[in-house]
């Protein structure tokens, strides 16, 4: 079955080329201990013809000393290979098989059973696709099941088959598998396991392995083997957001400067515009160099070398993307933590942290909580002993280039080391400000974000605390002659917000008042540069902007602020950075057609022809202020007219 193709006799490069071209599947097997992996994975690997004859007598010899079956042939001693894993008929580490069939290649990582080897099946399942859960159909969903099936849905595995195995010890029961079926899924609805799929079967004798059992006529669904080769696992891949770790930089003679790496995620082609982070510097990729020869693309996980067009600053450890999709430039953030470590983590203590190709010295401040995988409750804790999974705040020493691990299991995923012993202590996935783990559903709204444990890129902890000076804001206001306010203008673009700011600015200036205007195409040029335009990185945007505007506000200032914020979520918790007493919230309020006329950029037509995603007032909503403390209509109004009623509006609030 592995190989049949007439190719084989009749032209062996061309048979070799077709087996190149096939994709790949990389899967795991996990659950309890005796659940049946290692036997799985030998019926697998014998029913479809990948055992040498020379191997096959000598596991039928290891049978008779080892074997825990009775039978002949113990298919699990394919796979365990340690002299203690034959003893005891376990799994202790992560064994990897290779083998193929026609229509796809597969990896398979037979992981061990046993809560103590929990850090063992995180590393076997970290670069998978697919997760097999074996479940003894006597003894149903144990601990473990639940343990493997959370960690499989924490490190992003998209696809899980349920294996409801030794389906003949309880006589090939429908009603015990269709039970079993129910109470796992009542367990995973609380998890982000988003392609679930139910097979009965009897791995040792074969049965739903690879042929259709005849034991289970009641059961319409395909055998494993079919199921395997047919899984679609072409989208999994984040072809979105080019991100591509400089590895190594090849210098093999003065006329050839190449940046070597494996594509973590988008697509590169020559001609495309890259930035270099951290220093942000930009260039154009000259060519996409591989061991074959020059290619128009490359996309992962194809290792490839890049040349530039420039001579600019590149080393191991830097991360190349496209301009206009950057990634998040953090040194604080939060992540989902496996501990691997006999000694449990202590917050405080330095450890060094290993993303992508670079690694920093970094503490963890905090541990928010940890997970009960059991019942997947949070529970309050101060550290994490080993396998114990729980949320946890970081702060680096350097900046890194990193994306929610649900967006990019590259980027998004690191190792933590201890510093005298160089072990790897802990594995962490850094996760987005709306993900919520160990609760059904995820949290939208950055209000509610917000509202929740802690902002995930939150810096503080118990040795950061608020500082205040020896100088009071009111004592700033009698020396300024003011009352320190923010005006935050919102509506769409093209509303008129910042003509009128500028104008507001002008007159409040004349009229001897101390004000500055934070414009937000500024701050996108500098202090959220970093920052797209998806709903988080929207959040993030009005919630620095925020910060400023409140930092301003305490030296005394009248600060305005013309921005778009189109959710009223986002602009509550400005209110709520800001001070409610300083926030003066402005609705200028311009119909739409109105702002496409007076597009000046042209953003309107771009957006309504697909070139701009998630636009505003076009394929993303805007959510009206429902009580604003001023609402403009600038229809019938100058923008001069519209800066006056604000002037008159905000002068009774900051004059002393």
């Given at each position: 079955?592995?190989?049949?193709s007439?190719?084989?006799?009749t ?11 096939k ?14 992996k ?15 004859e020379?191997?096959?007598e000598?596991?039928?010899k ?21 002299k ?12 990897y ?10 990896i398979?990582?037979d ?21 097999i ?7 149903g ?16 595995i ?5 294996a409801?195995n030794?389906?003949?010890?309880v ?6 598998f ?6 796992y899924?009542?367990f995973?609805?609380r998890l ?8 009965p079967?009897?791995?040792l ?12 006529p ?7 083997m ?10 999994d ?22 940046f070597c ?7 590169v ?7 270099v982070f ?35 600053d ?26 691997m ?8 203590k ?30 309050d ?17 350097k ?14 995923a ?7 012993t ?7 996935m ?35 605390r608020a500082?205040t ?13 003011q ?8 509506g ?5 917000k ?41 959040a993030?945007n ?24 189109p ?11 800001i001070?409610a007493?300083?926030?003066f ?6 119909p739409?057609?109105?702002c ?10 771009k ?35 519209s ?5 008159r ?8």
């Amino acid at each position: 079955m592995s190989h049949q193709s007439d190719l084989i006799a009749t032209d062996i490069e061309a048979y070799l080329a077709q087996h190149e071209r096939k994709d790949l599947l990389r899967f795991l097997t996990c659950g309890s201990v005796d659940d049946g992996k290692s036997t799985l994975i030998g019926r697998l690997l014998y029913d479809s013809k990948m055992i040498y004859e020379d191997q096959l007598e000598a596991i039928k010899k290891d049978s008779v000393r080892h074997g825990t079956t009775d039978t002949e042939f113990d298919p699990a001693l394919l796979t365990d290979g340690l002299k203690a894993e034959r003893e005891q008929g376990i799994t202790i580490d992560v064994a990897y098989r290779y083998f193929s069939t026609a229509k796809r290649k597969f990896i398979i990582a037979d992981t061990p059973g046993h809560e103590q080897y929990t850090r063992n099946m995180a590393t076997g399942a970290s670069t998978c696709d697919l997760a097999i859960i074996l479940i003894d159909a006597r003894h149903g969903i144990l601990t473990q099941t639940r343990r493997h099936s959370f960690i499989a849905s924490l490190l992003g595995i998209r696809h899980i088959i349920v294996a409801v195995n030794k389906m003949d010890l309880v006589d090939y029961s429908q009603e015990v598998f269709e039970r079993i079926v129910k109470d796992y899924t009542d367990f995973a609805a609380r998890l982000e396991l988003s392609d679930v799929r139910f097979l009965p079967m009897a791995a040792l004798r074969g049965d739903n392995v690879v042929n259709t059992s005849e034991h289970m006529p009641w059961y319409a669904g395909s055998p494993l083997m079919y199921l395997l080769e047919e899984v679609y696992i072409a989208s999994d891949a984040n072809l979105i957001d080019f991100r591509f770790p400089v590895q190594y930089v090849n210098r093999p003679n003065p006329d050839f400067r190449g940046f070597c790496g494996t594509v973590a995620s988008g697509i590169v082609r020559p001609g495309d515009e890259i930035m270099v982070f951290p220093s942000r510097k930009t260039s154009r990729v000259k060519a996409i160099h591989t061991f074959e020869g020059e290619v128009e693309q490359a996309m992962p996980p194809l290792a490839v070398t890049l040349t530039l067009e420039d001579e600019i600053d590149v080393s191991r450890g830097d991360m190349l993307v496209h301009p206009n999709n950057v990634p998040l430039i953090a040194t604080h953030f939060e992540a989902m933590l496996v501990w691997m470590a006999e000694e449990p983590m202590q917050p405080g203590k330095q450890y060094f942290l290993k993303q992508t190709t670079t690694m920093t010295p970094g503490v963890i401040t905090d541990v928010r909580y940890r997970i009960d995988v059991n019942t997947l409750h949070r529970e309050d804790a101060t550290q994490l002993g080993l396998n114990e999974i729980g949320r946890c705040a970081f702060a680096l020493e350097k900046p890194i280039a990193c994306d929610p691990y649900r967006k990019n299991r590259t980027s998004g995923a690191f190792v933590v080391i201890d510093r005298l012993t160089n072990n790897t202590v802990g594995a962490g996935m850094i996760i987005d400000r709306n993900q919520s783990f160990g609760a059904p559903g995820s949290i939208g709204s950055l209000g509610s974000r917000l509202n929740g444990p802690k902002d995930s890129m939150d810096p503080t902890n118990s040795t950061i605390r608020a500082e205040t000076g020896l100088i009071a804001v009111t004592e700033r206001e009698q020396t300024l002659q003011q009352h320190a306010l923010t005006v935050w203008l919102t509506g769409l673009s093209g509303s008129g917000k910042s003509s009128i700011a500028e104008r507001l600015e002008r007159r409040l200036h004349t009229e001897g008042f101390h004000a500055y205007r934070l414009d937000g195409d500024n701050l996108r040029l500098g202090l959220n540069r970093d920052l797209a335009f998806s709903e988080m990185d929207r959040a993030e945007n009005i919630r620095r902007i925020a910060e400023v505007a409140q930092l301003f506000n305490q030296a005394g200032l009248i600060v305005l602020v013309p921005v778009i914020a189109p959710f009223q979520a986002d602009r509550q918790h400005a209110a709520e950075i800001i001070g409610a007493d300083r926030f003066f919230e402005v609705y200028v309020d311009t119909p739409l057609e109105v702002c496409e006329e007076r597009d000046v950029k042209g953003l309107y037509q771009k957006a309504r022809a697909g070139e701009i995603p998630d636009f505003t007032g076009i394929s993303s909503p805007y959510e009206t202020p429902p009580t604003p403390a001023l609402r403009l209509t600038t229809v019938d109004h100058t923008v001069e007219e519209s800066a006056d009623t604000v002037f008159r509006a905000i002068a009774a609030h900051i004059r002393l």
